[in-house]
């Protein structure tokens, strides 16, 4: 399995930077030492089998760790978002066709509290469902979730689901 680097987020900044501020400012990512410290701290503990031993489990501990913090003044969902696609990328997660509609459907499923939100700077079904799953992170005190243990399960169960690494076809 491939993990990140803190240098390999300097591109994901750049790319939130430039795509994704049209209806919401981001942080400079890299001035700001505690969330710097912080996010370092996530992507160092991803790879730790003993907490996390599989691929799914990385992956809801990747976005409920990023998208549910407040390391940075603003832009959290997106970071998550990103990284977490970046992750599923380098790792050559192969997943389920489906449609914006499946999306809605399965996030429903999982967390019937949530609104599915639409953002027009994210052209993409997938995408848009990873940001609604960030938004349920970002507060899942809304969405019938008791606690961060609950909520990285049921993302859990929804990655299991989901995504399969290309070696475990």
Request: net charge negative.
């Amino acid at each position: 399995m491939k993990y990140f680097e803190i240098d390999d987020t300097r591109a994901v900044f750049s790319y939130i930077q430039k795509s994704l501020t049209s209806m919401e400012p981001a942080p400079d990512y890299e001035v700001d030492e505690v969330g710097m410290f912080e996010l370092n701290k996530v992507l160092n503990f991803l790879p730790h089998d003993l907490y996390y031993p599989t691929f799914d489990s990385k992956c809801a501990y990747l976005i409920c760790s990023i998208a549910g913090s407040q390391h940075f003044q603003n832009g959290n969902k997106r970071l998550g978002t990103v990284l977490l696609m970046k992750f599923l990328a380098m790792n050559r997660a192969q997943r389920r066709d489906l449609d914006v509609d499946n999306f809605k459907e399965l996030l429903t499923l999982v967390f019937p509290k949530h609104r599915w939100e639409e953002k027009t700077n994210i052209d993409d079904a997938h995408a848009q469902f990873l940001y609604n799953l960030a938004v349920v992170a970002g507060d899942s005190t809304k969405w019938d979730v008791k606690g961060f243990d609950d909520l990285k399960y049921k993302v859990g169960a929804l990655f299991k689901y989901m995504y399969k690494l290309s070696s475990d076809q």
